[in-house]
């Protein structure tokens, strides 16, 4: 601590930190650019000047850059001194000598980091009359508009994409008044996390361009707090409506989760939202109907008539419409609505994070490792934010030794020039190559049960009493042991594993890794495929394949299937039988996909975007997420459809269905202390989801009717779809809009954290549901080493960020960005079938009637006897993982492929 | 669908070139600790640095053209335009300002009926400004090719020129 002054007032501060942060952590207005509060301090912009006196005599002082100054105790500083005002107003108006003064037409205006330095510097008059730099833009992909002539050269943005995010393909072009921020020649960012550009940057050089398209102003957009639904880490969004359609969605601070960026997958997943394949008015034998009455009581009909319901619940639902459906159907006809695999797998993780005694990380926690070892995971694919994470937990080794060198950890171009670049170590066992190689201290590449058995050799390296596999090679084995001796070193490793490649014994063996290793702040953390993945699998539940027996034994003939596409799940074959065995189904849904097509009755669900509900991420933290708008048209949130039928009106409301689902599952006990989250907020008044700025509502249904509709009416949740009411009383969590006063980007979270880059005030949203305790045995089910069988193949899902993900698949920006269609082969395998990239060739499933004809591709690191193929394609879907196919090389003048992404 | 196979597009550079940068490299532990040598030994063999020349170079040394572009429009004696036989690298530095740089630069634009940056006709001469080149006390100087050029008159200028 140290005790500082500023401007003649004293305070008691950290003194880990620089003076800048420590201002806007007192909640001080100072300006700055380059400074950012992940990235630390470069002093390249000198915007955030200030005062610092020698001494209490000391009258003059000296100009110091705030966000290069040591807090040190007794120190003297003034943010409002004259010379310090100037200098700060002086230094604008110079960034803005070549800036073009657009804000009208810039789509960064009414949000933009320099509109509101400006205004806070006071540098109100231009006075500069030369001519401009001008530059060209580029066409940087379906994600990002390029505006170079905006540029303030602060270079925040090569310095997050670059330094924290890892990419390549941006840089800074140029040098002294002529620098230019792009690419080597115009084409796709290749980062996975590009879109934090459009944050990260403080003008409109850098913005969204799925937003483009359908642009409105920050202050004309709808907001309410959201999760985000396309992977199982759950981070926060704050997604944006005008007119009844989803324009955009901007990262929302959590302190223990996602921070202050997001992934490209959540950013520009939100198009499906807005896609032609919307279901927006319920269904009968495939005749759309208008009135919600006449769906509800078909509903109730078959309900009623049916000998016997079985309900099939969904990973990517809320707890709550899970456990409406669970209510509806009883406990006995609940099934869970995962395959085989996915339920053990699943199952097995939250064993483990339950009973397994090992804790399970937040990502702010995993950002403090101190050596990583990714067991059969891609992660940057399969859980995009983590493998940000990951990158930041590298730099802990570099911070240990600017530590002993005395250089403040935020003093960051000094610590990313240490000698040696030295990192923490990262291990990363796969199937093949993966986009965090790059940073790897060390990567093996090899079939699943291959993974599974250097896991457990790592295991047995670092506790004899563990079971050893037999029979690895010695290259695997002293591999295994260099990666234990590391993990034994260090004092918070962590072991990350998931269910990627679809195999119990990778999981098991990440188990027996981390119980084995000595330190007491290890984690362990899993991957997991969907938002609500972790959800249901604690609320507990049949596996599909029993739902399909049942039926096959006329047990019952009403199926009620909510929000899952069956078809991705289990084959072709089993679930058209299931659907044509039951004389009656109906489907909740939002988006048309193969199963919807064969519902009798079928229900339009409102999506994350209109409607409530919990979600429980990979971590065990459940969180809520608001309605942002109304759902139009007879949408509605699956838990109404299902709770419209009971008739105890008690469930109509959502917080009874949390707080239900709290009392009678022992397992989200911990949940009733979100389920008030409504009453509690509205104990003052609701809290406004529009800005005070919203324009145009009297008028923005005008060619409808001219008299101004009423609000609609929001009994859900603390939220209210209107300007009016208050947010002072709202904990930071629950604000729809990030916005002080003079703080109009996203910046503004400044205001709202206990410190800079802490948790929010009044605490970050969720409730963590599982605390690790207790202690599991060891595995030992070791895997035998695979094999390859000459003339045989089997199938391998690798999962990718832009594709594999159903929902984020229908958005039109992510399908651009879609990997081709296509199967890797290892190139000696190519080279027996006497096939290289871009050759058809048909792949025939060897226990089965699936044939398939596709363009191979050849890649280098993939292990022979293994076929890759993406995760979640329609194409692959009657491909589970682990089928056993054959190949022959097609002819290529019969077939007639498309080299085209979908 | 993968990471992208780095496929060095090394086609580009010459087997002499190649060697060159090899032997660059042999000094240093990290490839692209070269990156200025093995531009300048593309650019001495060449007289400047073509986009395919470039990503060439980057291919060879495991870096993303992008890396590699921002270290060579970093320096101003990396030509990524064709130039003429010899640049004239005028100082326009402040004390060579103060002496008339800007005077010296308009008469060789004249004289050579160039712009900066451009290639006079006859391919002979391009122009660029350049910092202090450390002969203030000569101001105003120039880079002839590989010359110095001290205390630079119009008339100077003429007779180096030969025109
Ligand atoms: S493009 Fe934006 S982030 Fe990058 S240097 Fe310019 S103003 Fe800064
Ligand atoms: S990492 Fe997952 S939860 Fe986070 S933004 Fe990306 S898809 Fe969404
Ligand atoms: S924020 Fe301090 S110099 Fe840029
Ligand atoms: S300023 Fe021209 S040589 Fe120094």
Redesign the pocket.
């Known amino acids: 601590m140290a005790r500082i002054e500023i401007d003649g007032r004293f305070y008691d501060v950290q003194d880990n930190t620089n003076v800048l942060s420590t201002c806007l952590s007192l909640g001080m207005d100072l300006p700055y650019f380059c400074w950012h509060p992940a990235m630390g301090s470069v002093g390249a912009c000198r915007q955030c000047a200030v005062i610092q006196y020698k001494d209490a005599e000391d009258t003059r002082g000296r100009l110091v850059m705030a966000c290069m100054t040591p807090v040190m105790n007794d120190m003297r500083l003034s943010i409002s001194s004259e010379q310090a005002r100037r200098f700060r107003s002086d230094n604008i108006e110079l960034l803005m000598t070549n800036h073009p003064h657009d804000c009208p037409v810039c789509e960064e205006g009414g949000e933009c980091h320099l509109q509101d330095m400006t205004v806070m510097t006071g540098h109100t008059f231009r006075r500069y009359r030369g001519s401009k730099r001008t530059h060209n833009n580029q066409n940087l992909g379906p994600f990002i508009n390029h505006e170079m002539n905006r540029c303030i050269a602060c270079y925040r943005c090569v310095r997050f994409y670059n330094d924290y995010a890892g990419g390549h393909d941006l840089q800074v072009l140029g040098v002294h008044n002529n620098v230019y921020f792009g690419r080597f020649e115009d084409g796709t960012l290749e980062n996975e996390f590009s879109g934090n550009l459009v944050e990260v940057c403080p003008t409109g050089v850098f913005t969204d361009k799925t937003f483009s398209a359908h642009y409105a102003r920050k202050w004309d957009l709808q907001t309410a707090p959201s999760i985000c639904v396309h992977c199982g880490l759950g981070c926060n969004t704050a997604p944006g409506e005008r007119y009844g359609e989803l324009r955009r969605i901007i990262n929302r601070y959590h302190g223990a989760v996602n921070g202050y960026f997001l992934c490209d997958r959540g950013r520009f997943g939100y198009g499906f939202v807005n896609s032609s394949k919307r279901i927006l008015k319920p269904r009968i034998d495939n005749q759309p109907i208008i009135a919600i009455e006449t769906a509800e009581s078909h509903f109730r009909k078959l309900l009623n008539a049916a000998k016997s319901t079985i309900g099939i619940g969904s990973p990517r639902a809320s707890l709550e419409a899970n456990f409406a459906l669970r209510e509806l159907v009883g406990e006995e006809n609940f099934f869970l609505g995962l395959n085989d695999t996915e339920h053990t797998l699943l199952n097995t993780i939250i064993d483990l994070m339950r009973h397994g005694g090992i804790h399970s990380p937040s990502l702010r926690e995993i950002e403090q490792a101190d050596a990583v070892l990714i067991l059969g995971e891609d992660v940057t694919h399969s859980a995009p934010r983590l493998a940000l994470s990951i990158r930041q937990a590298l730099r802990n080794a570099s911070f240990a030794m600017a530590q002993t060198m005395h250089i403040p950890l935020w003093q960051d171009a000094a610590i990313r020039q240490l000698r040696g670049n030295v990192q923490s170590p990262l291990f990363i066992a796969s199937i093949c190559a993966t986009r965090l190689d790059d940073v790897a201290t060390n990567t093996y590449h090899g079939s699943p049960e291959n993974v599974a058995r250097l896991g457990f050799a790592i295991a047995h390296c670092l506790d004899d009493s563990t079971p050893a596999p037999f029979a690895l090679s010695t290259s695997e084995q002293s591999l295994a042991s260099s990666i234990a001796s590391r993990l034994k070193q260090a004092k918070r490793p962590l072991v990350v594993s998931g269910t990627s490649c679809s195999c119990l014994a990778v999981i098991q063996a990440a188990y027996n890794i981390a119980k084995a290793i000595p330190s007491k702040d290890k984690q362990l953390t899993f991957t997991v495929p969907e938002c609500n993945s972790v959800g249901l699998t604690i609320m507990g539940g049949k596996r599909l394949q029993q739902a399909f027996e049942r039926i096959d034994n006329g047990l019952t003939d009403n199926v009620i299937i909510l929000e899952n596409d069956l078809y991705r799940r289990a084959s072709h074959k089993a679930v058209d039988l299931f659907l044509e065995t039951a004389a009656h189904v109906s489907v909740i849904d939002s988006l048309e996909n193969k199963t919807t097509e064969k519902a009798q009755l079928l229900l339009p669900a409102a999506t994350f975007a209109e409607s409530e509900g919990t979600l429980v991420n990979n971590e065990g933290r459940a969180q809520r997420y608001f309605p942002v708008y109304p759902a139009t048209e007879a949408a509605r949130g699956s838990w109404q459809w299902l709770t419209s039928v009971m008739e105890d009106p008690h469930w109509q409301h959502h917080d009874a269905l949390t707080s239900a689902c709290a009392t009678t599952l022992p397992g989200l006990a911990t949940l009733i202390q979100s389920a008030s989250v409504t009453e509690d907020a509205i104990a003052g008044s609701k809290i406004p989801r529009q800005p005070h700025r919203y324009s145009g509502r009297t008028a923005m249904h005008a060619n409808i009717k001219v008299s101004e509709p009423g609000p609609a009416h929001d009994l859900e949740t603390p939220f209210a779809f209107s300007m009016e009411g208050a947010t002072t009383h709202a904990p930071p969590a629950l604000l729809p809009v990030i916005w002080a006063p003079g703080w109009n980007s996203n910046q503004a979270i400044n205001k709202f954290q206990e410190e800079i880059s802490g948790h929010l005030r009044d605490g970050d949203t969720g409730i963590r549901l599982i605390e690790a305790s207790g202690e599991l045995p060891w595995f030992d089910d070791i895997p035998t080493a695979f094999e390859p069988e000459p003339g045989l193949w089997r199938i391998t899902p690798l999962p990718n960020i832009f594709g594999s993900e159903e929902l984020s698949q229908q958005s039109p920006s992510i399908r651009e960005r879609q990997p081709l269609v296509c199967i890797l082969l290892n190139p000696m395998d190519a080279e027996t079938l006497a096939v290289g990239t871009g050759d058809p060739i048909e792949i025939r499933e060897f226990a089965g009637a699936t044939t398939l004809t596709i363009h191979a591709q050849i890649e280098h690191t993939l292990p022979r006897g293994l076929v890759g193929v993406t995760t979640g394609l329609p194409e692959f879907q009657s491909l589970q993982a682990w089928t056993q196919i054959t190949l022959k090389k097609a002819n290529p003048e019969l077939q007639d492929l498309s080299e085209v992404p979908l | 669908m993968k990471m992208q196979n780095k496929n060095p597009r090394i086609e580009g550079l010459s087997p002499t070139e190649i060697q060159e940068i090899n032997a660059e490299m042999s000094h240093y532990e990290d490839k692209t600790a070269v990156s200025i040598e093995a531009l300048k030994i593309v650019q001495k063999h060449r007289g400047w640095v073509s986009d395919d020349c470039l990503v060439a170079v980057a291919g060879f040394l495991d870096m993303a053209p992008a890396q590699l572009e921002g270290i060579a429009t970093f320096y101003n004696l990396i030509y990524r335009r064709p130039v003429g036989k010899t640049v004239i690298h005028y ?1 326009n ?4 300002w103060m002496m008339g740089s800007e005077q010296i630069r308009e008469h060789l634009c004249r004289r050579l009926n160039v712009a900066l940056g451009e290639m006079s006709e006859d391919g002979e001469y391009t122009i660029l400004p350049i910092v ?5 006390d000569h ?1 105003p ?1 120039a880079m002839v090719g590989d010359e110095l050029k001290l205390d630079l008159t119009e008339n100077a200028v003429n007779e180096f020129l030969g025109r």
């Open positions: 100082c530095s402040v004390t060579c202090c080149l450390g002969a203030c101001a100087v």
